[in-house]
C-alpha cells in the first residue's frame, strides 16, 4: 500500500528564512506526488506536482521540490519565507489503482514569525 | 469556469438528523472525488465518480453515506442519522481521466453535529 510522511506537524521560520518541508513516501511503483497548500476555512491548492521527467519541479509561489528516488523523499522548499505562505500543506502520492486518487500526508503547519 | 463549487460551506446539525451536500465540479472534468478532511488530518478519499458511474467506495463510507452524481455533471453527497463523528469538512475534486491529471479542489463543506 502507499502512503506518505510528513514529518513535523509545525514548522516554524523567520520571514526571509528557508523554508523547508519534508515528506517522505511509500510506493512500489514509479509515483506520482504532490504537495497542496490550504488556507483556514479553505480547499486544497495544488502548488506543483512530479510525474515524469525532471526531478526538480518548480510550483506556484516561488516554491519548488525536488524527487528524490533513492531516498523516497520529496521535500518542498522556498528560499525566503513570506509571511503570507503561512498555512497548512499537504505531500500527497497518487494511488496506484485506476481510481487515481490521492492518499494524504497528516499535513505541516508552517508558521511565519515577523 | 469558476473552478469547483460546494454548498453549503457550513452546516450545522442535530445529531440524528439528514444532511445533503452538494458539489459542482469543472465542467469538462469527467472525473469527481470526495475526500473527508478532520482536524488535524490530511484528506481521506470516500468515493470517485467517472461521469455518472460511483466507480469506488472507501469502507469509511459508511452504510449512512451515500453520493449520486446522476448526469455526470454535479454530485450530491448524503449522510444519514448523522453522528457526532461526522463532523469533519467535506471536499469535493474534480480532474480529467488522465493519470498526472491534476485534481482541482473546492472550498468545502464543514459539517458540525451537535
Known amino acids: 500500500a502507499q502512503s506518505v510522511t510528513q514529518l513535523g506537524s509545525h514548522v516554524s521560520v523567520s520571514e526571509g528564512a528557508l523554508v523547508l518541508l519534508r515528506c517522505n513516501y511509500s510506493?512500489?511503483?514509479?509515483?506520482?506526488l504532490f504537495w497542496y497548500v490550504q488556507y483556514p476555512n479553505q480547499g486544497l491548492q495544488l502548488l506543483l506536482k512530479y510525474t515524469t521527467g525532471a526531478t526538480l519541479v518548480k510550483g506556484i509561489n516561488g516554491f519548488e521540490a525536488e524527487f528524490k528516488k533513492s531516498e523516497t523523499s520529496f521535500h518542498l522548499t522556498k528560499p525566503s519565507a513570506h509571511m503570507s505562505d503561512a498555512a497548512e500543506y499537504f505531500c500527497a502520492v497518487r494511488g496506484m489503482d485506476s481510481s487515481y486518487k490521492l492518499i494524504f500526508g497528516s499535513g505541516t503547519r508552517l508558521l511565519v514569525r515577523p | 469556469d469558476t473552478g469547483v463549487s460546494q454548498d453549503p460551506r457550513h452546516k450545522i446539525t442535530k445529531r440524528g438528523q439528514n444532511v445533503t451536500f452538494r458539489c459542482d465540479p469543472i465542467s469538462e472534468h469527467n472525473r469527481l472525488y470526495w475526500y473527508r478532511q478532520t482536524l488535524g488530518q490530511g484528506p481521506e478519499f470516500l468515493t470517485y465518480?467517472?461521469?455518472?458511474?460511483?466507480?469506488?467506495k472507501s469502507r469509511l463510507l459508511s452504510d449512512r453515506f451515500s453520493a449520486e452524481r446522476p448526469k455526470g455533471s454535479f454530485s450530491t453527497l448524503e449522510i444519514q442519522r448523522t453522528e457526532q463523528g461526522d463532523s469533519a469538512m467535506y471536499l469535493c475534486a474534480s480532474s480529467l481521466d488522465l493519470q498526472g491529471a491534476s485534481r482541482t479542489f473546492g472550498s468545502g463543506t464543514r459539517l458540525t453535529v451537535v
Open positions: 465518480f467517472q461521469n455518472e458511474a460511483q466507480l469506488e
Open positions: 510506493s512500489s511503483v514509479p509515483p506520482y
